[in-house]
């Protein structure tokens, strides 16, 4: 008589098993493209049937969506977290441009070049572009209004001052499916650079 002891199958809960599909769909997303995203596929790297899958996501187009937002969210939250004890709007914004070059944030710039072609196709997914945007937008301009307010920063306009930032970061993400690695350091440093001279703060403030 064997002395094994068959444990029971532990069954996941139905936010756990979601939060398990849309993370498996986002890292394909970010290694894959947003195109590879199906039913079937999400189910091949779960090792469940796509029947599972489609009971969370009755279409592709749901969890193509929601895989974006999740790794768009997630990026987010590691390039300027919401919170920052201790650390002052310079050196969050320092940090966060510090992390907006290399293969990592490459990644995630396919990945929104990837989403927004798409987007002009896929209304749901139109909706979650936009709702990300907005979030990266409302992220850097708070720090913006912080520094402004605590007097490190000098601008009339925190709001602008956000998109002329990211509109140059997002010219510089456009490059990542041809690299930019032979880019004169001019033009790999030009969002710190224009940080810097639209906050009012001197050459190398932000370079840290």
Same mark, same amino acid.
């Given at each position: 008589?064997?002395?094994?002891?068959?444990?029971?199958?532990?069954?996941? =809960?139905?936010?756990?098993?979601? +939060? /398990?599909?849309?993370?498996? %769909? !986002?890292?394909?997303? $970010?290694?894959?493209? *947003?195109?590879?995203?199906?039913?079937?596929?999400?189910?091949?790297?779960?090792?469940?049937?796509?029947?599972?899958?489609?009971?969370?996501?009755? =279409?592709?187009?749901?969890?193509? +969506? /929601?895989?974006?937002?999740? %790794? !768009?969210?997630?990026? $987010?939250?590691?390039? *300027?977290?919401?919170?920052?004890?201790?650390?002052?709007?310079?050196?969050?914004?320092?940090?966060?441009?510090?992390?907006?070059?290399?293969?990592?944030?490459?990644?995630?710039?396919?990945?929104?070049?990837?989403?927004?072609?798409?987007?002009?196709?896929?209304?749901?997914?139109?909706?979650?572009?936009?709702?990300?945007?907005?979030?990266?937008?409302?992220?850097?301009?708070?720090?913006?209004?912080?520094?402004?307010?605590?007097?490190?920063?000098?601008?009339?306009?925190?709001?602008?001052?956000?998109?002329?930032?990211?509109?140059?970061?997002?010219?510089?993400?456009?490059?990542?499916?041809?690299?930019?690695?032979?880019?004169?350091?001019?033009?790999?440093?030009?969002?710190?650079?224009?940080?810097?001279?639209?906050?009012?703060?001197?050459?190398?403030?932000?370079?840290?």
């Amino acid at each position: 008589m064997s002395s094994s002891v068959q444990r029971p199958r532990v069954r996941k =809960s139905p936010a756990a098993r979601r +939060a /398990e599909i849309v993370d498996a %769909a !986002a890292a394909v997303a $970010l290694a894959e493209g *947003l195109e590879c995203i199906t039913l079937r596929r999400i189910g091949e790297e779960l090792g469940v049937r796509p029947g599972l899958i489609s009971h969370y996501f009755p =279409s592709a187009e749901e969890l193509v +969506a /929601e895989a974006f937002g999740s %790794a !768009a969210s997630g990026e $987010l939250d590691t390039l *300027l977290p919401e919170e920052s004890p201790g650390a002052t709007p310079t050196e969050r914004l320092a940090r966060f441009l510090a992390r907006t070059t290399g293969e990592p944030y490459d990644a995630i710039s396919r990945l929104w070049i990837n989403a927004r072609h798409l987007s002009r196709y896929r209304p749901v997914l139109r909706d979650r572009v936009t709702e990300q945007e907005a979030a990266w937008r409302g992220r850097l301009e708070g720090v913006i209004r912080e520094g402004v307010e605590r007097d490190e920063f000098r601008t009339s306009d925190p709001s602008l001052t956000t998109i002329q930032i990211l509109v140059v970061l997002d010219g510089l993400g456009a490059h990542a499916n041809t690299g930019t690695g032979e880019h004169p350091t001019a033009v790999t440093r030009m969002a710190v650079a224009t940080a810097e001279r639209e906050l009012g703060l001197p050459e190398g403030a932000l370079s840290g």
